[in-house]
């Protein structure tokens, strides 16, 4: 429980986007430290192939140490998996000094219960990534994964996110609408959700279309905030962006991180 809380998604930290990282370092001395607590819903990093992968990496070392000094200024900070990081594991979450959530996770923010899911999974129309993700988060495909030898498994995490980039940018040529709403969530896998944990405020990230909902489903209404992903690095292509939602007891409001 906590009386105030920041909420971030989708940063896709890699050391070929310095100002991204730049902007995340700035993002940690000012505006979370006036919160109780930071939340970091998923995709941190571009991806993740092991701890040990990363244990020797500057870049890596850095953004541990970041959140490790937010922590030691009194601002908590928990991490929850995304399709991109889902193989971060303990070691390196305890160099950051940051816990580890399940997905989803129900929590108390200024006296109101909210559900925080990274959101890939509700994207319930797109049936080939959820027979992927079903494979990929099978603890046994895990552990086969991280016994192959470093290089091989950046090989293939490099390989998919090319796959994924090109199926993403053929879509959009050929079937615009389709990408649309394979992409996002659904409205009944998120009525699901909420009807099992019973928490009509859900905040997720994963589908970098930052928005707030007020939807309804078979008798039951909720509300759902979409957190933005961040890119600074890239303004030949998209305006900057990233944002991050916060909650205290004067209410919900979107932070827009782009300085003026």
């Not at 959009?172 to 709403?181: D, G, L, S």
Request: aromatic content about 10%; glycine content about 4%; overall charge positive.
């Amino acid at each position: 429980m906590h009386a105030s809380a920041l909420f971030i998604s989708d940063l896709h930290l890699t050391p070929s986007m310095p100002r991204t990282a730049e902007r995340f370092f700035e993002f940690l001395e000012k505006e979370a430290r006036t919160h109780e607590a930071l939340f970091i819903l998923g995709d941190l990093f571009e991806f993740w192939v092991g701890d040990d992968a990363k244990a020797r990496s500057p870049f890596h070392l850095e953004v541990a140490q970041k959140i490790k000094a937010l922590k030691q200024q009194g601002t908590k900070v928990y991490f929850m998996h995304g399709n991109r990081d889902f193989l971060l594991g303990e070691a390196y979450a305890q160099k950051a000094d940051m816990a580890i959530l399940r997905d989803p996770q129900v929590v108390t923010i200024a006296e109101q219960t909210w559900l925080l899911t990274h959101g890939d999974a509700l994207c319930t129309a797109d049936k080939s990534y959820q027979r992927f993700r079903s494979v990929v988060r099978s603890r046994f495909v895990q552990k086969l994964f991280l016994m192959l030898p470093t290089s091989l498994r950046v090989s293939i995490a490099s390989s998919l996110r090319s796959n994924s980039t090109a199926n993403y940018h053929r879509a959009q040529r050929f079937k615009p609408e389709a990408i649309q709403v394979k992409g996002d969530v659904t409205i009944t896998a998120t009525a699901s959700l909420v009807s099992m944990t019973n928490c009509q405020r859900v905040i997720h990230g994963h589908t970098h279309r930052p928005g707030y909902h007020e939807e309804s489903l078979g008798g039951q209404s909720w509300q759902r905030w979409v957190l933005s992903d961040w890119d600074f690095d890239h303004p030949e292509t998209v305006l900057p962006k990233g944002n991050a939602l916060s909650i205290t007891s004067t209410g919900v409001k979107v932070l827009d991180l782009v300085r003026s």
